[in-house]
């Protein structure tokens, strides 16, 4: 077996292919192989990368795997404008790394846009050698055989590395001799190369053996027929019976349903895949033909289930990505279902094509879905604000968003401030017409049913504060107190310290109101404060230099706790 694998190794890096590899992927290889380089000089001088780098690299990388999409099309395409569209390609994907470049920090939008175009460009490695031959069955074999070259590169340098890493280790406990992170990094770099080189030289260039491929996979076979087929059948089944209860309850479907929908369709794609190369013979049961040709049509019904559900989802919560996301592939579902009927389930390259052009149109340009939930989301707070209060200038301050939210009904304060961050988490622009970035949710005191006020404070100090050690005192303590919060206390405008430091109780009492100042005042003023003073007694003088409340006034509430931080002085 050794010896087969020597020969296997010696056969795919043998000098003859070595040439072809530079022939069919010249600049596959040369990105590879210059960001390897890259890298490794980078590693070997300490060099830093900043985020334009980082990007740089990955259009490296990821136009080795476009430019090996675009040769494997050109290789079975008669287009006279083949050369022109591969290089209008490659200067469409230059341009976006331009853009990421200059766009500094990536919006969510913009990392989504770019996940969906490598997912389609990755599809497009299986799909652009038969994108007018409507052989299914030989795209079913090519795609098999580029996953299972794809794993097998992956193998072989994760035990390349592997190997290496134990010589490495073995140095290092026979003879001493420490070796650098740095050898660990290069290697690993190294391994990547090997394997992505492995694929270049090993990518098919005659696809005749995929039209009269040898017997099917009988593991894939067993697999699709005695687990997934079953599995199907039972996930259908428990779907209809809860279908029927809420069509007899007259309720309407929970949120889970969308999910268990999903596993069931992505369930019924992966036994017909696995049953397909089979199914293609001829030679399948007739239980299993009945199976596969009913299963779509039973699932229609199971989709219109998954419309409903999400609906009460958005009406329900709102609008997220998510969700949109999530309608998207209900409708790409509702697609394939059909597709599936319509073919009898013998036609399956379409439904990777149309996946990837949902998901690619569903994430780039203006009507990406990340811009729509945004829109959305800026058209509900501009309503909720202007009604609270019309003449409201925007963008508000941490102080104005308070106010705000002490005079809106404590339900649509909780759902609007839930939009707002939300809203800042995939449009950093957009949260800013309305607020000012430095405002920060947890410090906004949200109202409760069950409370009349709620306070959320907290001051701290910036870290390069110079404090003033007080007279006569000689030592210094770090120390952090829990703070006893009390409903009479706070009316008489005090809190109270009560902790114990290493043995000793500490009994002290804080200013409640000059807290509240302090916490109004913005970060930059805050800043310029000194420590809050606290004397314990005539020995002990405290200075915080760190503040954080939670405090709810009705006295049935149990949500109140605290803490300062900052240094003890003693004589």
Known sequence: MIESIKNNIRQVFSSENLKQMLRR??????CLTGVTIWLVINILIEYKMG???GKVVYYLYTAS???IALRL?????KTKFRYVWYCLAHLLWMGNTAWLIRMGTLATATIIGNGAALFAIAAAVLVGSYWKNDNDSAFFHFSTHIITLALRAILIGLLLMGGISLLYLMLNTLFNINISDKCYFITWLVCCWISACYILISLPQDHRPFENPNTPNRFGYGLGRFVFLPLVCTYTVVLYVYLLRILFTLT???GGVVWTVIILIAGLLATILLLYPKRTTGETPQVIETAITWLPRLALPLVLLMSVAIARRINDYGVTVARL???ALNLWCYFAIIYLIATRAKRIKMLLTSFSIVFLLTSIGWQNLTNITSKVLQTQLTSAFVKAKPQMKLPMDQKSLQKWVDIAPAEEGKQVISKLFYLKGIDEQAFGQFVHSSVSRYEIELKDSTSSIRYSISFSLASDTQINIPKGYRHMHV?????????ADILAGKVKVNDTY???KINATLDWNEIKRLDGLEVKEQNKQQPIACQVNDSTMILINDVWIVYAADDSSDRRDGYINGWMFTK
């Open 73 to 77: 099309w050109m290789e079975t395409s």
């Open 25 to 30: 992927f010249p600049v596959a290889f040369a």
């Open 479 to 487: 120390v952090s107190f829990d703070l006893k919060l009390n409903h």
């Open 65 to 67: 795997l476009l430019d």
């Open 51 to 53: 985020e334009t780098e």
């Open 252 to 254: 309407l479907p929970q």
């Open 325 to 327: 996301y999530v309608v």
């Open 502 to 504: 290493q043995g000793k």
